[in-house]
Structures are given as structure tokens and as C-alpha cells.
């Protein structure tokens, strides 16, 4: 049985998922677009470097992200100075999950782009679109799946985040806890029931977001082909 606190480890892990996965639409939509159609030199390197956290430990990645953050980093320094606190903070948990998150979505989106005959883009242009109007009718209509696909991944990556936040955000129940800190503390101390119950949980909640994103795919085919 579900107590309060665990209704609570829940709500944030959702609600952390589910924004840092819609701050990285737009950027991870636009850098996957950007690679698709880029050919010239250090295209190899900026995709490698995004893909980095994919490769890496994930705590190697809250390390790097912590030592960024630090007071004595340039930009630790600057959010000290305007008051901002990001470290241990549920900013911090949402930092951490949309790093972790973003190379999936980027490469799932890529590869959906380069898929899109650049041709199509170029004839729109001709019939009188502009670059903007062109990508919304023609490209991103083409590409959808991919993207879709790209961001239930990075959604679930997101909800099982564990290694970055624990490194930059810590385990601190009510604040920064979230369902894999909360599985893991219960399994620590011995409450196996609530590391169980809350595993069920985390499992149904990426069950549900795999199924609707596979039930909206397969209701846009049966609406694309009538």
C-alpha cells in the first residue's frame, strides 16, 4: 500500500519527468535538425559529445554537472551571486534528468530527419513556403514518429534517473527524492515491501507511457491511411 510519503515521491518524479522532457523538446528538436541536415567539418565531434552521457557512468555526468555548479565554478560563482541555488535543490533533480535525457531524444529526432527526402523541404519552398512554414508542414509532419519516439525515451529515462541526481541533487526525502533514490534508500535500510511497492509503481508508470505512445502511433496510421 501507497502511504502519503510515497504519493508524494510519485507526484515529483512525474512532474519532474514530464517538465524536464518538455524543456528539451524544442532545443532537442532543433539540434536534431541542425545534424540531420549539417555536412560540413566537426559534425562527428558534436555528435559524439552529445552522446556522451549515454557512454558515460552516470555518475561521472552528476560529478561533471556538480563540479560546473560548485560555488568555486565560474558559473557557481555567478548563480551564488544572483541568489540562485541550484545544487540539492529539485532544480537540480530536473538538470540532471534533462541531461540524462536529451541524447535520446536528439538521436531518436536525427535519425527521423534524416530520413525526410531534403527535396520534399525544397520543393515546399518553391511552392511558395518560407524555411519555417516549409519545416511545420512538410519535415516535422514526416519526422513525428521519430520525435515521438525520441521523447517517450528520454520521458523514461527521465522517471529512472538515478546516478546524475543523486551526485548533484543528493537523496533528501520531500526534496530531491525521487522513485529510484526512494527504491534504493528503502533497500538500504531493509524495507524491501516499499522498494517492491515502489518498483511496482515506477514499472506501471513506464508501462503506461510506452502503451500510449505506441496507441497515438497506431491511431495517427489508421488516420493517415483513411
Known amino acids: 500500500m501507497l502511504t502519503a510519503a510515497d504519493l508524494a515521491v510519485v507526484a ?17 528538436i532543433a539540434v536534431a535538425l541542425a545534424l540531420a541536415r549539417y555536412r560540413g567539418p566537426g559534425k562527428s565531434i558534436l555528435e559524439t559529445l552529445l552522446s556522451l552521457p549515454l557512454v558515460l557512468p552516470p555518475t561521472a555526468v552528476g560529478m561533471l554537472l556538480l563540479s560546473v555548479l560548485a560555488r ?17 535543490t529539485w532544480k537540480a533533480v530536473l538538470l540532471a534528468t534533462m541531461v540524462m535525457a536529451f541524447p535520446l531524444l536528439v538521436r ?40 515521438v519516439g525520441g521523447t517517450v525515451l528520454a520521458f ?9 541526481t543523486v551526485m548533484i541533487a543528493g537523496n533528501i526525502p520531500g526534496r530531491t527524492q525521487t522513485l529510484a533514490l526512494a527504491i534504493f534508500q528503502a533497500s538500504q ?38
Open 189 to 226: 535500510v531493509g524495507r524491501d515491501d516499499r522498494a517492491t511497492t515502489l518498483a511496482g509503481v515506477t514499472v506501471l508508470i513506464a508501462f503506461m507511457t510506452l502503451w500510449t505512445a505506441e496507441w497515438l502511433t497506431r491511431r495517427r496510421n489508421r488516420r493517415v491511411a483513411t
Open 12 to 28: 515529483f518524479t512525474l512532474r519532474i519527468a514530464a517538465l524536464g522532457t518538455v524543456l528539451i523538446i524544442g532545443p532537442g
Open 108 to 147: 531518436s529526432a536525427r535519425t527521423a530527419f534524416e530520413e525526410v527526402d531534403p527535396r520534399l523541404d525544397g520543393l515546399a519552398r518553391t511552392l511558395g513556403c518560407g524555411p519555417t512554414a516549409a519545416f511545420f508542414r512538410v519535415t516535422l509532419p514526416l519526422a513525428w514518429r521519430g520525435i
Open 72 to 88: 568555486r565554478g565560474l558559473l557557481g560563482r555567478w548563480l551564488d551571486a544572483a541568489g540562485i541555488q541550484v545544487v540539492f
Open 156 to 164: 523514461a529515462r527521465a522517471l529512472g534517473e538515478f546516478g546524475a
